[in-house]
């Protein structure tokens, strides 16, 4: 396909996301119905298409309509690529531009400079003060293809020359002693022996950089109590010969871990959901959140949230820290973490929770900021009020 075939291709696609359709399935379905698209044109359309949503109210105002024609006119245009010659109507290509379409267009201002909706403009300022233009435009960019290197299977020099030796280039990062940024070969990951043996996962770097703070030691008996696919279970078990139970209240999510577990050379126990009970040494609680921290990799969320929703997520947060707290033991730990950017998913929900539970309190908190080296992600740990504490605040990213 030409550089302008792909274009209109992202076009059509975007167009049925406008409509309603999730872009994933936009994808599928165009792919499935355009046979002759390779693999590059496949990956070079899903890349305008998520460029395209992450952008979708700067680049509507520079392409002048919140159509997907008018998104790609808008990406060519702060991509500052000449707009006839992708725009030309020869080999597939989008028609040339109309007078009327030369003529719109306009920079974009405000929450749409900062490709967030209007009504939670003032609520990200609020909670990210002097650092929420950044974290904004941070989000407007793809997220790093990142891996954690297993250290129950190897280190990271070791996974480095592995992967290297299957064409995947990585080099370490500061953010986790464990994380490697993939620089080349992002799209073999999935099929690498590396990855297909264990030695290495997929994982954002906050990601990483959150296990590495929790209070972990051997010995423990840890629950991921909001487990999903595992990814934090995994990273904990990686380091620390710990006993781990994993739970979610879906229990489909958990379907991959038992492989995923074995693959990495590590031991999981599943526990049924709605249906735990015990003292836990410490409690890790990943919970449900507005994904804002995350939203470049997964960027309909950012469209898709409402604020009714939001409020519904800070119930659901405070409704599981309320049950989490009743499974630690004495003297452990509960730690809360998010992959938001939001106050109200954040400090606030821990502030609430300690008005809540006089009898706790905060011994760490940490916030990671979305940046080169991985996502936003928001990290409190709380004990007994009885327990010895240190206060640790940190900002990263
Ligand atoms: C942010 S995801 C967890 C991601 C996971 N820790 C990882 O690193 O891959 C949040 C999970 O919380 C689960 N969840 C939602 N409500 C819950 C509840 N009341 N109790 C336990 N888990 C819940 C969801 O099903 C979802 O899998």
Known sequence: MTPGARIQAAVEILDRW????????????????????????????RDHVFDAIRCKRSYAALGGAMTGRGLMIGLVRAQEIEVSELFSGQGHAPEPLSDAEMAAGEAPQGAAALDLPDWLEPIWRDSLDERAEAAALAQRSRAPVMLRANLRKT???QA?????GEGIETRPVEISDTALLVETGARKVALSQAFQTGLVELQDGASQAVVDALPL????RVLDYCAGGGGKTLAMAGRADARFYAHDVNEGRLRDLPDRAARAGVEVTL???????????LVLCDAPCSGSGSWRRAPDGKWRLSAGQLQHLTELQRDILDQAAG?????GVLAYATCSLLADENDNQIAAFLARHPGWTETQLQHWLPGPQGDGFFLSCLIRADSDATIDRNFSG
Request: glycine letters at 10%; proline letters at 2%.
């Open 18 to 45: 406008l409509d309603g359709e999730a872009a994933e399935k936009a994808l599928t379905g165009w792919a499935r119905r355009s046979r002759f698209a390779g693999s590059k044109d496949r990956a070079a359309i």
């Open 155 to 157: 280190d990271l020099d």
């Open 160 to 164: 480095r020359t592995a992967l290297s």
């Open 217 to 220: 030691t051997d010995g423990m």
């Open 271 to 281: 526990l049924p959901a709605g249906d735990v009970q015990g003292d836990f040494d």
């Open 327 to 331: 499974l630690v033991a004495a003297n």
